[in-house]
């Protein structure tokens, strides 16, 4: 009850105000009288933006203002050592030469397999639920491939899907040799590789994230359903999917988000963008624009133009997940 | 003496010259508080020994080169900073430069892909004298537009990578019954003959690699038969287009081979074209040098070397190859010692360090007329390269030669015409249209 | 804890899908071990079988003595541990704010924090580099850790927020009429309900970092501050690499996040609970 006599540290003290205009007893009482929810919710408010305010002030610093510089310079042929404005002319080009809608479309191949990802995460962390034998190392395992750095993993999965790798060895071995093929020789088998690697990795991120949401459920919500005829699939798909809905969210906007910004490091290593350019994400185009052409103007655009895009598609889902999310 | 008043960019291109000669080899007296200390960046010297993988730093060709040049130059420190050999390090350059923060000396791949950089490089002509510059080789691959010459000269070629051939299995090909030594084929046809008869003796012919199957042959080819670095400029600047008569049938002829190489050559690493050879299961692969460092150690004397065969008799060069000067030493523009810097360079190109750099076998071919490599060089196939590398009929690097932008497309293009995705007609054409693209934008 | 009891066969099949993909998991790590040991001329002649001789350790010298891995180890580890302490401390104010503080154009902040999420780094770097340039930062430990740390501020307050506003009010409520300012509520009630979720943005983190290598290229010039990705990458050569010498600087260099990853992960499975559900 201490919050309604002692103002806050900081605010003045109304109590003292009525001092000053004493004489009108008809008002006392008001001034007498704290007004503790006002003062309360601006101090809430205050501390609110005080919370937030180091993080935006080092993010905008550190990232925003570079950002703002680059969208200052897309409108420029700027190359590193000169800039002259040429207005729209970098997006003109950008329509008008296609480069950016094809290798659009390979960033949204991997977005529509997240999906894929995602229900075989869940599967896989319900099974790890069950603990059978060993699940405890399952689990540690399943990260591995998460932590190693693209440089191995590019590297690695070169040489087991080449004609003479080892997974043609392993396809030939077992009697499949008419699945044996030069994987990285055409579009679509690259594209089966590289989302191979992509679900490779991400599963120990699903699982350590769904794990997590599954330990908190309560079993009793769980052996009711059982115990009402609802089957394994039922259960997951009415009650286990719905409860871990954030959780999905995040995972959902996160890797959505590394398909549209973060393949480059992986296409680069494993297939440079071929056959042709049929694998080239569109970072790795604005890489191959800033650094290889020396053109950071143009790079500069079509990196505005990638910002728009998946701003609104984060967007969606964040709108999506956030009102699946609440009660 | 030369005191720090050489700063001013006038003085400096005039005296630079008087400098650099004064300069070598008998040092620099700045004063002494005066110490003036490089950063140079190195993206092409080497710090492994394969054979000794615990040698300290210090023992490598160019920490001593180093060494003996502060001794040379009391006043000066040079700062090594090892970047790794990939494309990267054109990225880290360029984005210090832009803040005129990088090196005051580099060393990187010549050609195109340190032309880009251009905006951030001295100029270095005016800093050597005409006999200084008549000794070096190779000055068409540190210029724009490859005309020896011309003023805007960026770099200084620093060492050859040899020129690309043959390497094979000479007990493989003495199982066919050819002796390359006497009866190699000069042409196409004769080419593909020898090819068949390998084939049919059982072993795969070629092992080729994502890079080589393109760049060692069709483009050597098409090299040759436009008359070398001057033919694929006129390419790249449009005096000459890609979908000409004869040079679809170069295409369409080339895209024959994949009937004698092995499968997926278009997304193979060097190391796999490698393992191909060391387990016999191919005859012949292509590349320079480093073929041979890699595989010696398997297969020792049973390693041959041997030009590509021409397309046809009647190419305008003959016996040649690509390779040459790959590497290039060069000054940024925004470097407060420049002088100093372009001592450093000339020490590394006099005839001294030549032959120290020869001797210790790690580092590039050399391309200087006053030094003969091969005095010093102790493998044979080493001073065969060092030989074919100063030829006229090494054609310098087609993809250093050719926009950034179009050598990207002749990659992602290669693999869609040597899988028979697309025709010749239409690789050359899509060729085309990115050139024309490139200079209309 | 078990949800329900499962047949015999099926924990068996299930048993045989896990030991499955775990398989696949592992088998990078069985590579990098093998190939470590091998000769660069080995490795080329037979990439994917076993090496010939089980003690050969000179790769492993090279990277400790010439390439001097212990002291890239050294600089990546000072870098993670400012970036972890910075973004942390930025973080989770800033996400408890989010989650249970109401202030104007709260959600509009928020959406505008997660948007950062979405810049690929390539978009800014030259910019940044130049602006740390000015400020004479290049080469330095506290640009690394400014650069890590800001880029990882919004996807941690991303998941933190979400996370605590899990966290029940009734808790919150006790501490504030125990007279508990905010620093108090802060180290007694919301850090460690909040615990498990910590350490799952730490460990995203802590991974993140120590595999990037653009930041570090960019903004180390020299070889005394390099991380461990950057120096390991100059083993690349032009044409001809030591394949098993790189190889073996990139399974050591993966070697503590995956310690980090381990002992850690404790804490996180009883992580993630408040918030996953509501």
Known sequence: MSATNSPAPGMRDPNRESRVTMGERESRPVFTRPQPKISLKRREQITGLLSILPAFLLVGIVVWWPIARSFRYSFTDWNGAKANWIGLDN???????????????????????????????????????????????????????????????????????????????????????????????????????????????????????????????????????????????????????PLLMPTIGFFFIFNAVYCFVGLFALVYTVTNGGPGFSTTPIDLLIYRKAFESGDLGYASALSVMLFIIVLFISAVQLRFFDRRSTE | MITRKLSRRDTLKIGGVAAGAALLPTGFAANAQDEVTLTFWSGTYTFQDPTDKTKDKSEFYIYQAIDRFQVANPGIKVELENLAQDPTMFVKYRTASVASNGPDIASMWSGTYFLSLKDFIEPIATYFTPEEKARILGWEAVVENFDPNSPDIYGVPSGSDGTVCFFYNKELMAEVGVDPATNWPTDFEGFVSLLEQIKTAGTTPLGLESYGYLWHILMYWIAQTVGGSAGIGELGNGTRKFNDPVLVDIVAKWQGLTAYSAEGAESMQISDSEQLLLNNESVLTTGGIWIANDTRPVMGDNLGMIKIPNFSTDAPIQNGGIGGPGHALFVSNYSEHKAEAVAFIKFLMSPEEQVFKAQSGQSTLLNVTDVDGTQYYVDELLKTQQTWSNEPSTIFWPDNTLPADLTTEINAQGQLVWTGQISAEEFLSALDAKRDELLGA | MKVQPVGFVARWVIFGVLAFLATIALYPLFFMAMSSIKTATQYIKDPIGLPNSWTYFENYKAMFTEFGIPRYFWNTFICIVGASILTLSLSIPASFAFAKISFPFRGFLRMAMIATLIVPAITFIVPAYVMMAKLDLISTYRVVILLWAATTVPSNVFLLSSLMRGIPNDILEAAKIDGAGYWETMRRAVIPLSAPGIVTVSIFNVTTWWNDLLIPLIFLQTNDKMTVTVGVSTVVGRFSTDIPLLITGLLLSCLPPLVVYLALQRIIRRGLVIGAVR
């Open chain 1, 91 to 241: 997006y003109r080009n950008i329509f008008e030469r296609g480069d950016f809608w094809t290798p659009l479309k390979t960033n949204f191949v991997f977005f529509l397999s997240i999906p894929g990802i995602l229900l075989i995460s869940l599967v896989v962390s319900v099974l790890l639920f069950e603990e059978t034998p060993g699940w405890r190392f399952f689990r540690s395992v399943y990260y591995i491939p998460t932590i190693l750095s693209t440089a191995i993993v590019g590297m690695l999965m070169r040489v087991m899907f080449s004609p003479r790798g080892a997974v043609n060895g392993l396809l030939k071995a077992a009697g499949f040799d008419g699945l044996s093929r030069n994987w990285l020789g055409t579009t679509s088998t690259a594209f089966v590789v590289l989302i191979f690697i992509f679900y490779w990795q991400t599963l120990g991120q699903g699982v350590l994230i769904f794990l997590s949401g599954l330990a908190s459920i309560s079993t009793d919500l769980i052996e009711a359903a059982r115990l009402d005829g609802a089957n394994w699939w039922q259960r997951l798909t009415q009650i286990l999917i």
